[in-house]
Structure formats: C-alpha cells, structure tokens
C-alpha cells in the first residue's frame, strides 16, 4: 500500500504549470491513499478531483476557509465505509484558518483489513504551539473513539506544521503525554532514514518558500499507529520526500511531499 501526504499550496503561483507536474507526478507515484491539504472546493470546482481524475474516492472538509473554499481532502483507490470530522477550532486563537482532522474508514484489500487513514491539519502559526497540542490529544482521541474494541490499523498524514521536537509531534511518537493522554506511533521517515533532519520539506531549497525565517523545515509526516508495546500495525518498507525537485523549472507546491510504502506488519 502506497501512502503520500502532499500539501498542493491551493491555486496559488503559476497553477496550471504547477497542476501539470501535480497530474503527471501523482499519476507515477500510482498512490492507494492520499492526504491533500490545502486544496480548494467552491464554485463547482473540485481541485482534488481536478488532479486525480475518477481513479479515487474523494472526501473533502465541510468547514473550508474564506471565498477561496481551502481546506484539507482524502483520495483512496478503496471505497470509503464512512468519514468523520473534527473541527480543531479550540482556541480563540485559531481564527479563520481550516484547522481540521478528516479520518476515512476504510476496508483495505490485501491482508490489510479495516484501515483508519487520518488527514490531520492543525494551527500553521509557529507561536501556536499549544493549540497544535490541543489539537493532537482531540484528533487522538476522536482516533481511538472511531477505532472501536476491534482496533483497526491506522495511518496518520499530514501537513503539522511542526518539528520533530515540538511537543505535539513528540506527543504522537510516543514520546511525550498531553492533557494525561498517551499514545505512539512509527514516523514512517524516520524509520527508514539514520539521519532524520534531512527530511525537510518546507525549505527555501524549494524557491516558491519565501520565508526564509520560518522555524520548521520537517513539517510533513506519515505516521503508522502502534500497540500499547510500540509494535506497529503495519510495516514501513520505504519512505521517500516526493515532489522535492523541479520538473522542467517547474516546483509542483511550496512544500516537499511525503512518500510511505506499507504492508501488513
């Protein structure tokens, strides 16, 4: 099972050159499950559907942001049993922006089995470190609501907008209890990388991130659920950053996206 996170950066820039290497790049990486943040749905235009064709199930955030309709989308090439939404509007402080955690239910073929797949979009703002932790323990818990007494396996992508050593990314490697919850799941890149920091993904080596200030680099994550023990549900045979090269001159978005490739542990 191919898993790819990507953050596709709206239509902002040059979008139909960008669109293009979105298309062509998607249709070769030959994804089972995506999770796109930043697209747009309004007006009858569908961006996700828009670069991925009829080849995918699509669910989209309800909630989305502003006239532009931004929000946050899963793909799978498996029909969806059902989706929940969690609003992670939890602070005051969180505003306008579409934070959100969108989960589908999914029986995957294979020997996979049911499957949670869980698109997780927290606060962006480097300052808003409590409410990315806020929000982590409720997508969490929503997580092991959804997952019932029959515990299915599950994958956590998205864009976090935080480090390795933030707290709220500490929080799902299992290396940290928030709100006096814990949990631990397997950083698909840094299971199959020694050298871990070289997983950035929102870095001015992509010249569209303009913001050479900005305090996170590794800020896109694939992570696999584990037992109360630390053993996965599925195995990582690879991971790989996805869309970190120009094609043609062309950066598909602002941020690298994240490649997993699993099978039943």
């Known amino acids: 099972m191919r898993v790819v996170t990507m953050n596709i950066w709206g239509r902002n820039g040059d979008w139909a050159a960008r669109r293009a290497v979105l298309v062509k790049g998607l249709r070769d990486l030959r994804p089972d499950l995506i999770a796109l943040q930043e ?3 309004c007006d009858g235009y569908d961006q996700a559907r828009d670069i991925l064709g009829d080849a995918f199930a699509i669910i989209h955030q309800q909630t989305r942001q502003g006239r532009d309709g931004m929000g946050i989308s899963i793909a799978s090439r498996w029909p969806v049993r059902q989706s929940r939404e969690l609003d992670l509007h939890l602070t005051e402080r ?3 922006f579409p934070a959100t955690t969108l989960v589908a ?10 499957l949670l797949f869980v698109n997780h979009f927290p606060s962006y703002e480097p300052a ?4 990315r932790e806020l929000q982590s323990v409720a997508a969490a818990r929503l997580i092991d609501e959804l997952s019932g007494a029959d515990r299915p396996r599950v994958v956590l992508a998205g864009d976090l907008d935080a480090d390795p050593r933030a707290a709220s990314i500490r929080f799902w490697s299992g290396r940290q209890s928030l709100d006096g ?13 020694a050298d871990s920091d070289d997983g950035q993904t929102f ?23 584990c037992d109360e023990r630390g053993r996965p549900g599925l195995r990582v045979v690879d ?5 970190d090269q120009a094609s043609d001159g062309v950066w598909a978005s602002d941020h690298f996206g994240v490649r997993a490739d699993l099978e039943p542990a």
């Open 203 to 225: 870095t001015t080596r992509n010249p569209l991130m303009s913001s050479s200030w900005w305090p996170f680099t590794r800020i896109d994550y694939i992570f696999v659920g």
């Open 181 to 193: 919850l814990s949990v631990c799941f397997l950083d698909a890149w840094a299971s199959t990388h």
């Open 105 to 114: 239910d999914i029986d995957v073929p294979g020997g996979f089995g049911r």
């Open 128 to 131: 808003f470190e409590r409410e």
């Open 239 to 243: 991971s790989a950053r996805v869309f």
């Open 94 to 96: 969180v505003g306008e």
């Open 39 to 41: 697209t747009i749905v």
